[in-house]
């Protein structure tokens, strides 16, 4: 098994990022889209996350726009 | 019992619903996708694939129905899920075959009731090719939710042929997605969704698209599809990132810039399609969720792009948030039903990546080739997965866009993309794309003309020089050689010069029109001074205010007048009278200098929007370009007589004065006044035979009405100063045997900078002001000097060798109006402060001023469209629409109208034909009859002298009729008003309604007079309404209206079985008026009798007009078996709803053979002869001997019913599907037949043409009224007086048209007034007997 490329901090900063926001303001279980997060943000960060090799899953991550939910999809992604 | 669930449909679907139910034959909404598949296809996998995959998703398998509350879901049906497979390999095309396979099922239209609304088809085109078609109404899904779709069926195919199953796949539950969205409606989040929008929309803005019209989508769109490479995409999201911004709101910024460079507002509207997955379990369900996020912009074009593209993609993230708050409730909220009250413009969708679909061993090709309604146009950008490349796909409405105005509007929205996103502000970015700029810039050279350089002094002395024998000016009886013209010339100029007068000077002509007027010119330009004409019926105020001004820039030398007018002027007024002893003949004359090109010709004062009159100062060279063009370009010399009418403040007399003189020509000087009276001018135009003379065409539309005009021949006639309405021209034509020439240009250059040639050919709506003079330059720009496309409305500015010095002693506007020339370098440009749009034929259109735009409640309204609907109206000659204050703080339309001869105005009748043409909002309040329009000084509109109305109560009249109180009980009831409120005039929308109580009104209207509409045997409660649509509701949305509309549908008597298309019953009634006197319009060929609503609408509310059509509509219907078989049942369908009386009959066409047949036995009978009008009817003996014709005829026939050309279909074989697209697509009501219907109407055609040939004519021993097409039939036998042998007494009436257009606009303002007339003298000698 590879190194994982996206730690669940390196994914909160990609995310603190393109919401602007600190990500110390970030919580796991905090909804993204109560910080202004849209499905356009989404798409970028799968197609950004996608470049350094983690190929997420829209729908997976859109249901449930949480860091929690969304590094638990990514682990497993990881894992495989 | 498992038991079947129904469901009130989501929000979402709720929308779609009703867009299919208002128009059920269009098959928009079938959103398909079309894969080609290549290679080893295990076919049995892929069909248990898709089998399986629509089993898993039941948001597909739902049924609808019409429940009692509105309507419902049925869930849990039985699967359906079927995916067929058709061999189409046998085809010579197999490829084709099944793409044709598939555009065919695209067409078709889905009945949620009762069609299944997924279509899954494999079709084979060889043994490692197939398509797969998959067609699934919008109503149960959306493009995401396809992309669900398709991955499952991947996933579940590549787990039977690799045995790696994908679980990530699976769907979430519909169940679900309905609790969420239950749970939504009602909750607080919705409250305050709601409120966010209402608020951010609170102003209504108003919304306007690229291209002007009303944007409901039809039943196809046209598709341009551009790849856009690397370098663009690259461009875009390097910029993008850089900024840290989302590259889709980056584009999205710049689409809505794109769209504000041709809507010329900064601030737009445009629609953003939402998927609205995020943070819900439709993530995972393939259903029907999105929405359309209206995004308000400010395009500030001076910021850099990003902080721009910022504070955009800020509002859309915004509006993602609170974007579950559908966009139709939101329409609902704000009141904006209807296709012109509209919520956001374009609808900009950029997809970032598609999910890929990937069958395991299978090359895809994945394309879209409907995604639903287009109302406008859409801008779909799709990145491919990798995010290097981009497509755009552009949909347009064809309503609004022509295919090549899409093809356009895709590339140039490409270059935008890539010069924005290379360019820091959108400011420094070009509208044209680099290909469109250098054709731009290839027209503004075509003008260049080689014009000698030299004075209009020269030009005068040397025509007098080459032909001094020649006739030169005719005033009265009196009459000058050129040589003799030349010395009373010369004699003048000797007064002026020891009057002190010399070159540079200027010298005030005040003189009354006479050859002492045109003496007086002649010599102040030849001495090289400018003449400055004051007329002297102009209020003293103004004349003095023009003396003041020019006196302190350039002193005039002297002014010349008659001692009668002495007393206007100061006493110290170097006056120079005419017509006086001091003009007494000198032997020899005293010598004088000649003018420079670079000298001023003449100073003509016009009026400022300030009321300062400007003194415009033309040069020599100015005027020699435009007078030695018009020489040129229309052949003008010896033998021409240009009558001089115009007044000399007027600077179209500038050609009149000076052209005849410098061409070889004669001058005819119109006695003064005589310019006002059509009938004065009529008398010198054949008394001298005037070859050229000009109009303003207010002027020209009085000239016409004088009955001495008619028939006179004029070679040419010029009109200016105004707009030229195309019906003007088209009456012009009819009347007058001559060219007419349409000329546009301000005083500030030379009189006229562009001509149009407004032939009897030319179709314009509006007449353009064409193309530019010689070395003239025309442009159409944006508020930052940027040229602009073709079509899109800019200010017009001029440049050129005509362009005026500027404004006498006003050097500040002069810079004001006279700015630098940014394409040519060195020159000045005039900014004329009209609007304008360039053709693509590069005709310029004018449009109106910059400063005479309304806006009314928000809304921006062109008076010209309104006064174009007023005159539309056939009892209607002229009319001007003017925004007046209402006292209130605010601004009502009122319409000046004159009538057309003979015609009464009745002002509601107006209003409804007005209501018909434009939008409710631009109908005006008032309207005020006038006897003539009020005219200016110069034959212009003076809008000031227009008389303010006297507005009486708008609160609308109460209901009058049993049907208008039944309907405002309705309202009321639907509404949850007090009927007492609710007048007749009232609007069901402007009360509150919306779509979905539209439904219920309709389900009440239907319940209360439904067993009265129609006497249906079979008693079926949904065929008891047939006669009305959920579309009238829309259509006809106040009491008065809709009551009509129901009366109507009672007047159709006769059982009718071809259900669905109203207005097919055998007798129709077409309008309101009084049925003491009643028209009967008997179809023409092909059975159908609408073609005769112009007629009934013109002769309301005097006479009751009813249309008869064939029975053989019904298909079922027993084929007549001869035309006086056809007659006699005609006659007993008249006799039920008129028992006596004279019947008086009119027929178009076969029509005409009808109603003569009709008029023969009702005469045999006894009965007292009616009136009996024939349309251009032409016995059967002309006909026997033609070959039986054709089902190509048949169709031909329909297209011609529809007023239309067949040559307009294009060079193609006429099949039944193409000609009822194109009546579709040209938005003609027969385009709504049902198949049924259609065959009726052929089976009618292919009918009468066989029994006309059989059928021998009696003698009709009355008179008929006869209306011949005067354009037509040119080179064949047929006559009116072929009816000789079988009419006692023929009135034949010309008219001007074609035979095909003899029930248009412009025929049935000739037809109608016959027939009222004849109508009228019917009532008079009936009431005698």
Not at chain 2, 1052 to 1080: C, H, K, W, Y
């Amino acid at each position: 098994m590879t190194a994982p490329a996206i730690s669940l901090d390196t994914m909160r900063a990609d995310v603190a990022r393109i919401i602007g926001e600190d990500p110390s303001e970030i919580g796991d279980d905090d909804n993204l889209i109560d910080f202004g997060l849209d499905s356009i943000r989404v798409m970028t960060l799968i197609q950004r996350w996608g470049e350094k090799g983690l190929k997420l899953d829209f729908a997976q991550l859109a249901e449930k726009p949480t860091l929690a939910h969304w590094w638990s999809v990514a682990s497993r992604h990881q894992a495989e | 019992m498992t038991g079947r669930r129904t469901r009130r449909l989501t929000q979402a679907q709720e929308g779609l619903w009703f867009a299919q139910r208002l128009d059920p034959d269009n098959p928009i909404l079938n959103t398909g996708q079309i894969v080609t598949l290549r290679g080893p296809l295990d076919r049995t996998a892929f069909k248990a694939a898709v089998e399986q995959a629509l089993r898993e998703a039941p948001a597909l398998a739902v049924r609808f129905i019409d429940g009692p509350d509105g309507p419902e879901q049925i869930l849990d049906d039985p699967a359906f899920a079927c995916l067929d497979i058709i061999d189409l390999s046998a085809a010579t095309d197999p490829l084709q075959a099944a793409l044709d396979h598939i555009d065919r099922d695209m067409a078709r239209p889905r009945d949620p009731l009762h069609d299944l609304l997924v279509t899954e088809e494999l079709l084979i085109a060889g043994p490692d090719l197939h398509v797969w078609n998959q067609n699934i109404h919008h109503l149960v899904i959306d493009g995401y939710g396809t992309s669900l779709l398709n991955r499952r069926i991947a996933a579940l195919y590549n787990e039977t042929v690799t045995a790696v199953p994908d679980p990530d796949t699976a769907f979430a539950s519909f169940d679900d997605l309905l609790a969420e969205d239950a749970a939504y409606q009602g909750s607080e989040r919705e409250t305050k969704e709601r409120a966010y929008w209402n608020e951010l929309f609170a102003d209504r803005p108003q919304v306007i698209g690229i291209a002007p019209g009303e944007a409901t989508s039809v039943h196809s769109f046209h598709r341009y599809t551009i790849d856009i490479g690397p370098e663009v995409t690259k461009a875009i999201t390097t910029r993008a990132r850089a900024a840290e911004l989302a590259w889709p709101d980056l584009v999205t910024t710049i689409a809505g810039a794109f769209v504000a460079r041709h809507t010329g507002t900064a601030d737009t509207v445009v629609g953003v399609p939402h998927m609205g997955r995020l943070g819900s379990v439709a993530a995972r369900v393939p259903a029907m969720v999105m929405n359309v996020l209206p995004l308000r912009m400010h395009i500030d074009e001076d910021v850099p792009l990003e902080e721009l593209a910022s504070s955009v993609a800020r509002q859309l993230i915004r509006g993602r948030r609170h974007g579950r708050y559908r966009s139709e409730q939101l329409r609902r909220d704000l009141g904006l039903i209807g296709g012109e009250r509209r919520l956001y413009g374009p609808l900009i969708n950029i997809m970032p990546f598609d999910m890929p679909f990937r069958l395991h061993g299978i090359d895809s090709d994945l394309r879209v080739p409907g995604a639903g309604a287009v109302d406008d146009i859409t801008f779909t950008l799709r990145a491919d997965a990798a995010g290097e490349t981009m497509r755009l796909e552009l949909d347009t409405n064809p309503t609004l866009y022509t295919a090549e105005r899409t093809r356009q509007l895709g590339h140039r929205f490409v270059a935008f993309l890539h010069a924005a996103s290379t360019h820091e502000k959108l400011a420094n970015t070009p509208t044209l794309s680099p290909e469109e700029l250098h054709r731009w810039q290839t027209v503004q050279t075509s003008s260049t003309h080689p014009v000698e350089d030299t004075t209009l002094a020269d030009l005068l002395a040397r025509r007098a020089m080459a032909q001094p024998d020649a006739l030169a000016l005719i005033d009265g009886d009196r009459r000058w050689t050129y040589a003799e013209l030349e010395r009373e010339t010369a004699h003048f100029a000797s007064k002026l010069r020891l009057a002190g007068v010399k070159k540079g000077d200027v010298v005030v002509v005040a003189l009354p029109r006479s050859w002492n007027l045109v003496v007086a010119l002649l010599a102040t330009v030849r001495m090289g001074a400018a003449y400055l004409p004051l007329d002297l019926t102009h209020p003293p105020d103004r004349i003095k205010r023009i003396l003041d001004s020019a006196k302190a820039a350039a002193k005039p030398s002297v002014i010349v007048t008659t001692a009668e007018a002495k007393t206007i002027f100061p006493d110290d007024a170097p006056l120079l009278f005419v017509g006086q002893g001091n003009d007494v003949l000198r032997d020899a004359d005293v010598a004088f200098e000649t003018p420079a090109p670079e000298d001023a010709a003449y100073i003509i004062y016009t009026s400022g929007s300030t009321g300062m009159p400007k003194g415009v100062v033309i040069e020599h060279r100015a005027i020699v370009n435009r007078l030695l063009w018009m020489g040129t370009h229309y052949g003008i010399g010896p033998g021409d007589r240009i009558l001089q009418k115009t007044p000399a403040t007027f600077d179209v007399s500038v050609w009149e004065f000076f052209l005849p003189f410098i061409t070889g020509a004669t001058l005819v000087v119109a006695p003064p006044d005589a310019h006002k009276d059509p009938h004065a001018l009529a008398a010198l135009v054949r008394e001298h035979g005037i070859t050229t003379m000009h109009f303003v065409p207010s002027m020209l539309a009085l000239f016409l009405d004088e009955p001495q005009t008619h028939g006179l021949a004029i070679h040419r006639v010029f009109v200016s100063g105004e707009e030229l309405p195309a019906d003007l021209r088209d009456r012009f034509h009819a009347f007058i045997d001559g060219e007419l020439h349409n000329l546009y240009g301000p005083t500030e250059a030379a009189v006229d900078v562009s001509y149009w040639l407004a032939a009897p050919t030319d179709i314009s709506r509006p007449v353009p002001i064409g193309h530019p003079v010689w070395n003239t330059r025309l442009y159409v720009l944006d508020a930052r000097f940027r040229p602009l496309p073709s079509d899109v409305v800019g200010e017009l500015f001029l440049a050129g060798r005509q362009l005026a010095r500027g404004y006498l002693g006003q050097p500040d506007l002069t810079d004001e109006r006279f700015i630098p020339d940014p394409f040519f370098a060195g020159e000045k440009m005039y900014r004329t402060g009209d609007l304008a749009r360039v053709r693509d034929d590069e005709a310029v259109v004018f449009l109106g001023r910059t400063d005479h735009q309304v806006k009314l409640r928000g809304l921006r309204i062109e008076l010209g469209e309104i006064e174009a609907a007023i005159v539309a109206d056939p009892a209607v000659a002229q009319a001007v629409v003017d925004a007046r204050d209402d006292g209130a703080g605010g601004k009502r339309l009122v319409g000046y109208l004159v009538a057309a001869p003979g015609s009464p105005i009745d002002s509601e009748a107006l209003r409804v034909s007005v209501a018909s043409r434009v939008p409710d909002y631009m109908v005006p309040s008032a309207f005020v009859t006038l006897d003539r329009l009020p005219l200016s000084a110069n034959g212009k509109l003076d809008r000031k002298a227009l008389p303010d109305p006297s507005f009486t109560s708008v609160a609308g009249r109460a209901p009058s009729t049993d049907t208008e109180r039944r309907l405002v009980a309705l309202f009321a009831e639907c509404l949850h008003l007090d009927a007492a409120t609710i007048s007749a005039d009232d609007d069901f929308f402007e009360l509150g309604g919306h779509s979905l109580l539209a439904a219920k009104l309709l389900k009440r209207i239907r319940d209360q007079w439904g067993s009265a509409l129609a006497d249906d045997a079979s008693g079926d409660a949904g065929r008891a309404g047939v006669v009305l649509g959920l579309g009238v509701i829309f259509t006809d949305s106040t009491v008065a209206r809709l009551a009509a509309r129901i009366d109507a549908a009672l007047a159709a008597v006769g059982p009718f079985s071809v259900t669905d298309s109203e207005g097919l019953a055998q007798l129709i009634r077409l309008n309101r008026g009084d049925t003491a006197s009643s028209l009967f319009c008997i179809h023409p060929a092909g059975g159908i009798s609408w073609c005769y609503a112009g007629l009934a609408r013109a002769l309301a509310p005097e006479h009751a007009v009813f249309g008869v059509q064939a029975r053989g509509l019904d298909a079922d219907a027993a084929p007549p078996e001869s035309i006086d078989a056809i007659a006699a049942d005609y006659i007993g369908l008249i006799r039920a709803v008129q028992p006596q009386g004279p019947v008086h009959l009119a027929g178009w066409s076969v029509g005409g053979i009808i109603a003569h047949a009709m008029a023969v036995q009702l005469s045999q009978a006894g009965e007292p002869p009616g009136l009996l009008a024939m349309l251009d009817s032409y016995p059967s003996d002309s006909w026997r001997e033609q070959t039986d014709p054709s089902e190509d005829v048949a169709l031909k026939a329909l297209v011609q019913i529809a007023g239309r050309d067949v040559s307009e279909l294009g060079d193609v074989e006429l099949t039944r599907e193409r000609v009822m697209r194109f009546l579709r697509d040209i938005g003609n009501p027969l385009g709504m037949l049902s198949d049924a219907a259609l065959n009726g109407v052929l089976n009618v055609v292919a009918a009468n043409n066989r029994l006309v040939r059989q059928h021998r004519h009696g003698l009709f021993p009355g008179k008929a009224v006869y209306f011949r097409a005067a354009l037509d039939h040119i080179g064949t036998d047929l006559s009116p007086d072929l009816w000789a042998p079988y009419i006692k007494q023929l009135e034949v009436h010309e008219v001007s048209s074609l035979h095909a257009h003899l029930t248009g606009a412009v025929a049935t303002s000739y037809v109608a007034p016959v027939i009222a007339q004849a109508l009228r003298q019917h009532r008079l000698t009936g009431s005698e007997n």
